[in-house]
């Protein structure tokens, strides 16, 4: 572990390991999303996924450590990079300014990652560990969107995902060494798909759930 504590120790290293672990839950909403859109298809499909993920259990055992591990990996590194900024500039300025092309996406990244981390511990609480006997994880899903506080909760929440994954987006491989001129605009337009067909992918889900609740 020499090499996670001496690039843990740079500046630089943080920002890598942020943009590395950043992307790999880029990867991971991408796929996370494709098989939630199978609540379209109804219960049988849904249940039917659920089912197949299930029989990759110790795939998906790996995966969820793996994701732990980016998990611990993310939150301490943006919480120690927050708190040097932090501590960089102990008198705030007087008047806010929005220059140095910084967005509401720069400008809200450690408030928008402590929300999400939130969400996603209650998220888990609501559908991951939740009891599953006797009932199926569409019945689970369904009863919960169901109820239209938490739909507006979810939404406002997948909102926060959205902002969030904007600004990482690009940032993420701006900090991988692609800030050029030629590509950073297609990779900002990328960035902003990218976060609208998260946002409207889970966010209409809820919806639709609770329109045909």
């Not at 090499?3 to 920002?15: C, D, E, L, N």
């Not at 692609?178 to 990779?187: F, G, S």
């Not at 337009?189 to 609770?210: C, D, E, K, Q, R």
């Amino acid at each position: 572990m020499h090499w996670f504590t001496q690039t843990f120790a740079s500046s630089i290293g943080k920002k890598i390991m942020m943009a590395v672990t950043g992307l790999g839950f880029c990867l991971f909403l991408a796929g996370h999303l494709a098989g939630n859109l199978t609540l379209y298809g109804g219960r049988d499909s849904f249940n039917a996924y659920a089912a197949h993920l299930h029989s990759l259990e110790p795939l998906v055992k790996l995966a969820e450590i793996g994701l732990l591990f980016f998990a611990f990996v993310h939150v301490l590194t943006g919480l120690t990079l927050f708190y040097q900024n932090f501590n960089a500039r102990p008198n705030r300025y007087v008047v806010s300014k929005s220059g140095g092309g910084r967005t509401i996406g720069s400008r809200t990244m450690p408030y928008t990652g402590i929300l999400l981390l939130a969400f996603i511990i209650f998220h888990l609480a609501e559908f991951h560990f939740v009891d599953k006997t006797g009932t199926t994880i569409y019945d689970i899903v369904s009863g919960a969107f169901s109820n239209p506080g938490y739909v507006i909760l979810y939404a406002l929440a997948i909102i926060v995902v959205a902002v969030h994954v904007n600004h990482g987006f690009w940032s993420a491989f701006q900090t991988l060494g692609a800030n050029h001129p030629k590509y950073m605009p297609i990779i900002k337009a990328a960035g902003i798909v990218f976060s609208l067909i998260v946002g409207l992918g889970f966010g209409l889900l809820p919806i639709y759930l609770l329109s045909i609740a």
